[in-house]
């Protein structure tokens, strides 16, 4: 099992920025792959971003690439979501998620994809 915690959510004005991070415990074995997925009131589900574990290749969806960054602190299990230029159409709860193994790419954009999932966080960009 794999335990993932988000924390880093909050209220901001558009155009402003947040980070949010992403810790993972339990049997975190490599190689897997980290996501970012967001869901709005009404919506379903979206990719917003993935982090490869095989030579650090990462994957945005168009909504937020140039705006958003995904890394990753091996040592610290630790994920993050660097989001800039927020607007206020990425208001969301934010959720990060764990492949809990390796993952053909077609596999890395939909939720299907991930084993593990965290509880999400709140991200409200106010206009």
């Known amino acids: 099992q794999v335990q993932l915690v988000e924390s880093g959510g909050g209220l901001v004005q558009a155009g402003g920025s947040l980070r949010l991070s992403c810790a993972a415990s339990?049997?975190?074995?490599?190689?897997?792959?980290m996501g970012w997925f967001r869901q709005a009131p009404g919506k379903e589900r979206e990719f917003v971003a993935v982090?490869?574990?095989?030579?650090?290749?990462?994957y945005y969806a168009d909504s937020v690439k140039g705006r958003f960054t995904i890394s990753r602190d091996n040592a610290k299990n630790t994920v993050y979501l660097k989001m800039n230029s927020l607007k206020p159409e990425d208001t969301s709860v934010y959720y990060c998620?764990?492949?809990?193994?390796?993952?053909?790419?077609?596999?890395?954009?939909?939720?299907?994809?991930?084993?593990?999932w965290g509880q999400g966080t709140q991200v409200t960009v106010s206009s």
């Open positions: 998620a764990h492949t809990g193994g390796p993952r053909d790419y077609s596999a890395l954009f939909a939720s299907e994809g991930y084993a593990y």
């Open positions: 339990g049997r975190t074995f490599s190689p897997y792959d």
């Open positions: 982090l490869r574990w095989s030579g650090g290749i990462t």
